[in-house]
């Protein structure tokens, strides 16, 4: 049987595959826009109207409005967040849903303790070899992948094909959903005149031939936004942004001083910004590659010179810093600052960043 063949074969509606989905079984999905709309929206439907009872699903930066957090679907499902944002946040609050504190470096190796029945993701259309692509999901895809024993695809064709990083072959794939869910835009933060002169002051700081890491918000767009001036920046980062794309469009990026991946941007996540999924698809110079070697401390120490840009909420006297809670409420986002200050740590030249708003009553 050729390669299209097989395809159709496995091609199916988004309720085949939930009714495929067994009761009792844990269901993985990959994380932010590689959260599969049209599979998770079939399996809540299931889960509503009893056809289906304690599924586990595990999830990851939740960015949308999904139904599985629906009440009614909650009887029959439960939400476990490795990382979590947004309604999810709220679920777990509440405590209508689970969290597993980590690092998000160690994620592929947690899901070896782990059950994994089913793993459901976005990824690319399929290429004339028969492989599909996580495109802007490297992150901790593959530990999944290695580890299901059901694994179904939801074909978006805005989801870059990256050169590198995870890839699935229809042989190995139980379903194909062809997926006509729109690209999920999520917007930037608004730069205000603080953000804006706090990127400015920290951007100072910023050597030409630096490497930078940068998280997501005002702030750390504000820094990206300084650093258009700079020459022979590299990326090595979680999150890849519209800011950092800027940069390269702005000749500011050219890798060329980084002691591994020269002449190359890695990273291991992108969501939200058409221009970066854009920027990774079938693109030699951007290194997709999974969490646990981008952001392991080992790799980081190689980079001279590494410059680590995050939003906070709290530092204490004792220097610890707290990027995920806020109001006493439980933990939403999960494991970044551990890692950062371990990698940062060890570096000849390093800098972490930690930018936050402070105000004092008149």
């Not at 439960?78 to 947004?86: C, D, K, Y």
């Not at 204490?316 to 109001?327: A, I, K, T």
Request: hydrophobic residues 40%.
């Amino acid at each position: 049987m050729d390669l299209k063949e097989l395809y159709l074969k496995k091609r199916m509606s988004a309720g085949d595959i939930a009714s495929q989905i067994g009761s009792g079984e844990c269901v993985h999905t990959d994380l932010a826009a590689a959260i599969p709309p049209g599979i998770i929206q079939a399996l809540a439907k299931r889960a509503k109207s009893g056809e289906v009872k304690d599924v586990k699903l595990y999830t990851s930066l939740d960015i949308g409005q999904y139904e599985c957090l629906d009440e009614e679907a909650l009887k029959n499902i439960t939400p476990i967040s490795w990382f979590s944002s947004g309604r999810l946040a709220k679920m777990i609050n509440a405590a209508r849903a689970d969290i597993i504190p980590c690092n998000y470096s160690s994620m592929p190796a947690l899901h070896a303790l782990t059950p994994v029945d089913v793993m459901v993701a976005v990824v690319s259309p399929m290429d004339r070899h028969g492989y599909f692509s996580t495109g802007g999901s490297a992150s901790f895809s593959q530990s999944v992948i290695d580890r299901a024993k059901k694994i179904y695809l939801e074909v978006c064709p805005w989801m870059p094909r990256a050169l590198t990083g995870p890839i699935i072959h229809i042989s190995q794939v139980d379903g194909v959903f062809e997926s006509e869910a729109p690209f999920g835009r999520v917007a930037k933060a608004p730069i205000d005149e603080i953000s804006k002169k706090i990127g400015e002051l920290m951007a100072e700081e910023v050597p030409n031939g630096a490497t930078i890491q940068m998280g997501i918000g005002a702030v750390p767009e504000a820094f990206g936004m300084a650093l258009l001036d700079k020459k022979d920046m590299g990326i090595h980062t979680e999150l890849l942004t519209e800011s950092m794309i800027d940069m390269i469009e702005a000749g500011a990026v050219t890798n060329l001083q980084k002691p591994i991946h020269r002449g190359r941007t890695v990273a291991t996540l992108a969501f939200g910004s058409k221009k970066v999924l854009d920027y990774i698809n079938d693109n030699p110079a951007c290194e997709m590659l999974t969490v646990d070697y981008v952001n392991n401390p080992a790799v980081i120490a190689m980079h001279p010179n590494f410059i680590s840009v995050n939003a906070a909420l709290e530092v204490d006297f004792y220097g610890q810093v707290q990027c995920g809670v806020g109001r006493n409420k439980a933990c939403f986002r999960v494991g970044r600052t551990v890692g950062l200050r371990e990698r940062c740590g060890c570096i000849e030249g390093r800098m972490q960043l930690y930018c936050l708003f402070v105000y004092g009553k008149k």
